[in-house]
């Protein structure tokens, strides 16, 4: 076969084919006499174990596992296979602890608040992190507490609780502080109870979407190491 036959099945380009050829993501390749790639129904499966697992583990990480697969190294193949799998179990979790922090937080206020707004030292012991933790995320956006106006000290009314809440637990699922900032951002625009749980609806659905790719990827994968080991 030629590689506009392999890209056909696909949708790509010849010339796309050959980078992922280059690339390593191909079982070398033999050449005719006048140097024109000539693939087998190997590289045809190949391709498409490639283009399955770029879909659940993105393009860098299927690049690597079909490299390793390429030169025989499958312990390689099944570590990242694993962390990839992983990766998405640790943000299952963290949605989860997510979405109940939000079932518990919206709608009533916390017995201590419905006093006085914390103090940095209060919601510091509330969450079981240091004062120090509370300074750094407002420093990078996560919090925005108000000022005593008469005394310049941080105070954590409920909606800078509720926040403080969700980054402990998106801490605790690993997330950067980056992504933990974008994330307290998003819900700040979303804004309501209704808005809440789409987001998180469209946050289960994305990792419905990738757990069954990673399973595709998977099963392509296996095929194709299959007919590897033929004869």
């Given at each position: 076969?030629?590689?506009?036959?392999?890209?056909?099945?696909?949708?790509?380009?010849?010339?796309?084919?050959?980078?992922?050829?280059?690339?390593?993501?191909?079982?070398?390749?033999?050449?005719?006499?006048?140097?024109?790639?000539?693939?087998?129904?190997?590289?045809?499966?190949?391709?498409?174990?490639?283009?399955?697992?770029?879909?659940?583990?993105?393009?860098?990480?299927?690049?690597?596992?079909?490299?390793?697969?390429?030169?025989?190294?499958?312990?390689?193949?099944?570590?990242?296979?694993?962390?990839?799998?992983?990766?998405?179990?640790?943000?299952?979790?963290?949605?989860?602890?997510?979405?109940?922090?939000?079932?518990?937080?919206?709608?009533?206020?916390?017995?201590?608040?419905?006093?006085?707004?914390?103090?940095?030292?209060?919601?510091?012991?509330?969450?079981?992190?240091?004062?120090?933790?509370?300074?750094?995320?407002?420093?990078?956006?996560?919090?925005?507490?108000?000022?005593?106006?008469?005394?310049?000290?941080?105070?954590?009314?409920?909606?800078?609780?509720?926040?403080?809440?969700?980054?402990?637990?998106?801490?605790?699922?690993?997330?950067?502080?980056?992504?933990?900032?974008?994330?307290?951002?998003?819900?700040?625009?979303?804004?309501?109870?209704?808005?809440?749980?789409?987001?998180?609806?469209?946050?289960?659905?994305?990792?419905?979407a990738r757990s069954r790719a990673l399973l595709t990827g998977a099963a392509h994968l296996d095929t194709y190491l299959t007919t590897r080991a033929q004869p």
């Amino acid at each position: 076969m030629r590689p506009v036959d392999l890209a056909r099945e696909h949708g790509l380009s010849a010339q796309t084919v050959r980078n992922y050829d280059a690339a390593g993501v191909l079982p070398p390749t033999e050449r005719t006499a006048t140097g024109y790639r000539r693939y087998t129904p190997l590289h045809a499966q190949a391709l498409r174990a490639f283009l399955a697992l770029h879909r659940g583990h993105g393009h860098r990480a299927a690049v690597d596992i079909m490299r390793a697969v390429n030169r025989g190294d499958t312990d390689t193949v099944y570590r990242l296979i694993d962390a990839a799998h992983a990766e998405l179990g640790a943000e299952r979790d963290t949605r989860a602890e997510v979405a109940t922090a939000l079932g518990e937080l919206s709608g009533t206020t916390p017995a201590p608040l419905r006093g006085q707004p914390l103090t940095v030292g209060e919601l510091a012991r509330r969450l079981g992190v240091h004062a120090a933790t509370l300074r750094t995320w407002e420093a990078d956006g996560i919090l925005h507490p108000d000022r005593d106006r008469a005394t310049g000290y941080r105070r954590y009314g409920p909606d800078a609780v509720r926040d403080a809440e969700i980054a402990r637990q998106l801490r605790r699922g690993g997330y950067p502080l980056h992504r933990v900032a974008r994330f307290v951002e998003s819900l700040h625009e979303a804004g309501g109870a209704e808005p809440l749980r789409a987001f998180l609806d469209s946050w289960q659905e994305r990792i419905a979407a990738r757990s069954r790719a990673l399973l595709t990827g998977a099963a392509h994968l296996d095929t194709y190491l299959t007919t590897r080991a033929q004869p």
